[in-house]
Nanobody, 122 residues
Framework: QVQLEESGGGLVQAGGSLRLSCAAS????????MAWFRQAPGKEREFVARITRSGGITYYADSVKGRFTISRDNAENMMYLQMNSLKPEDTAVYYC???????????????WGQGTQVTVSS
């Protein structure tokens, strides 16, 4: 079992930045992909970015490419999402998640954090 906890959310103005953190604990040896998803009120949870545990290969949703950077520190069991040039449409609850597969599909992620709120004002 893997436990995940996000932090770092908050309220920022459009164009501002936030850095989200995800602390992992438990049995993480089977984790292949680590990812960030987000969900706005009334919307489906959507993929944001992923990174492989080994190698650090990254992949981003088109909506955040060039603005967000995903990273991880395996020694500290941490994952991060640096969010720059934030837009109001980035407003959502952000979740970190892990998967034994290399994928962006939500259904393939087996462990989730509780989420952290990101609000971007216009």
């Amino acid at each position: 079992q893997v436990q995940l906890e996000e932090s770092g959310g908050g309220l920022v103005q459009a164009g501002g930045s936030l850095r989200l953190s995800c602390a992992a604990s438990g049995r993480t040896f089977n984790v292949h992909s680590m990812a960030w998803f987000r969900q706005a009120p009334g919307k489906e949870r959507e993929f944001v970015a992923r990174i492989t545990r080994s190698g650090g290969i990254t992949y981003y949703a088109d909506s955040v490419k060039g603005r967000f950077t995903i990273s991880r520190d395996n020694a500290e069991n941490m994952m991060y999402l640096q969010m720059n040039s934030l837009k109001p449409e980035d407003t959502a609850v952000y979740y970190c998640a892990t998967s034994p597969l290399q994928t962006t599909f939500r259904t393939a992620y087996d462990y989730w954090g509780q989420g952290t709120q990101v609000t971007v004002s216009s």
